[in-house]
């Protein structure tokens, strides 16, 4: 098998020369993707905000705050974007005991556990990531996790991803991201580190 087989194949062999793992949260190791769309809606119709599905899939990987401060500067509200981000987590936290792994992504880390180093580097607050992976049995896997109340810029700044390889020990060029969204990917580039885009192992969703 080719040694940039990894990038599209999600079981091919990852080069030795990778010695760091680093995988988004949601919607790249839980899907999350649905319960979050929800709880922006019910969230964002309180406070007299839109923002469609398309939309929300474009904003993936973006710190949640700043999504509302983008929504409300668009559409001429003045709202407390913190306070707006606040109550969209507590919603989505109340949903995240329906969480399920996606397979394809979390199986590729249970296999290099011990052989590379594992991050997790993800737009949400770290409080809420580990939830998710605590929901789904892997908060203890990881080395490194990182959420956006960790660095001062979200994606699509490489912060997150340089500094999760930083915590694990690893240079970036040693690095491989796995993502769902483009600003993530983006970010990855911006880091110097390889990206997976995991979309297509598991889109649309069936037999997970």
Same mark, same amino acid.
């Given at each position: ?11 091919? #062999? /990852? $080069?030795?020369? /990778? ?10 190791? =839980?899907?999350?993707? $649905? ?12 406070? *007299? ?13 973006? $710190?949640?705050?700043?999504?509302v ?6 559409? *001429?509200?003045?709202?407390s ?12 936290? @109340?949903? /995240?005991?329906? @969480? ?12 290099e556990?011990?052989?590379? !180093? ?12 580990r ?13 490194? /996790? ?8 979200? !994606? #699509?700044? #490489?912060?997150?991803?340089?500094k ?14 796995y993502?769902?969204?483009?600003? *993530?990917?983006? @970010?990855?580039?911006? @880091? ?5 885009? =995991?979309? #297509?192992?598991?889109? $649309?969703?069936?037999?997970?």
């Amino acid at each position: 098998m080719l040694d940039m087989d990894f990038l599209t194949v999600h079981d091919a #062999p /990852i $080069p030795a020369r /990778i010695k760091g793992l680093i995988f988004d949260c949601d919607g790249t190791l =839980v899907d999350t993707m $649905p319960l979050h769309f929800r709880a922006w809606m019910q969230t964002l119709e309180r406070h *007299g905000l839109k923002m469609s599905e398309q939309r929300f899939y474009e904003f993936a990987g973006m $710190p949640t705050a700043r999504i509302v401060e983008i929504l409300s500067k668009e559409q *001429g509200m003045k709202v407390s974007a913190e306070e707006i981000a606040h109550e969209k987590e507590m919603v989505y936290v @109340a949903s /995240i005991p329906g @969480a399920q792994r996606i397979r394809q992504v979390v199986d590729i880390a249970l296999r290099e556990k011990g052989k590379r !180093k594992l991050g997790v580097a993800s737009g949400g607050w770290q409080r809420v990531v580990r939830e998710s992976l605590r929901v789904i049995q892997l908060e203890e896997l990881f080395d490194a /996790i990182v959420g956006a109340d960790d660095v001062v810029h979200g !994606k #699509p700044a #490489p912060d997150m991803f340089l500094k999760a390889a930083e915590l694990m020990g690893v240079k970036p060029q040693e690095c491989v991201v796995y993502e769902d969204g483009e600003l *993530g990917m983006q @970010a990855a580039k911006a @880091a110097g580190m390889l990206w997976v885009d =995991v979309r #297509p192992w598991y889109l $649309p969703r069936k037999g997970m």
